[in-house]
């Protein structure tokens, strides 16, 4: 929120002025620590304060060339504060749906687009008459449980879950550790960031 051309505040300065006062210690730490280890590629995570009073998300990323008696420091800023904003709001949502699931007696499953981590809830394992597990089946193993005539739609589901198409929607059998069959109707949305991209998969069954 400084002006061009003003003159760049001292660390200190940016630690006591600039740095939300909740962060200030373990920001100053974190340098204090990349100074001592020699100063290899380094980032920290903190809130700042613009002149305006607004607090900020911000990534840092720094490194150093030169002789390492004179080190020159080099950095870059992000400001990530839409970002984390849109990340609470998609939490929250899903938080939402699940409370409501949870009291309907239906199973919800969410889907992270970016690093491809599935999870479920307690109600989607105890659908497959299983009681949660710290490790999810693999997709091969999921289908395995699908009835053999329902198969393809559950596999096609599976595979259109994991990109950012639109909804998916399909109806299968599945076998309970019992021995038993039971149908399930899978329905699931894509939610995305402020930009627009594709972000979760949220089911429901």
């Keep these: 929120g400084m002006p061009p051309g003003s003159t760049p505040p001292t ?6 002025d600039l740095t939300h006062p909740a962060d200030r210690e373990r920001v100053r730490q974190s340098f204090a620590a990349w100074s001592r280890e020699g100063y ?9 304060l613009r002149l305006d009073g607004r607090v900020v998300d911000l990534i840092t990323h720094s490194r150093v060339e030169g ?6 420091l080099f950095g870059a800023v992000l400001d990530v504060t839409e970002r984390r904003a849109a990340e609470a709001e998609l939490r929250a949502a899903g938080e939402r749906a699940a409370l409501v699931a949870s009291g309907l007696g239906i199973g919800t499953w969410d889907l992270d687009l970016h690093t491809g981590t599935l999870r479920w809830d307690d109600q989607t ?3 497959r008459g299983l009681e949660p597990q710290p490790q999810l089946p693999s997709p091969r193993e999921m289908l395995e449980r699908v009835h053999p005539d329902d198969r393809a739609c559950a596999a096609a589901m599976l595979e259109s879950a994991r990109t950012d198409a639109g909804p998916t929607d399909c ?16 329905r699931s949305v894509v939610l995305r960031d402020r930009s627009g991209a594709a972000t979760r998969r949220l089911g429901i069954e």
């Design 67 to 72: 002789d390492p008696g004179a080190p020159l």
């Design 40 to 48: 290899p590629p380094h980032q920290a995570q903190f809130r700042g």
């Design 11 to 16: 660390f200190a300065q940016w630690i006591a």
């Design 171 to 186: 109806e299968f059998r599945v076998r309970r550790a019992d021995g038993g069959w039971r149908w399930l109707a899978s």
């Design 125 to 127: 394992w105890r659908l």
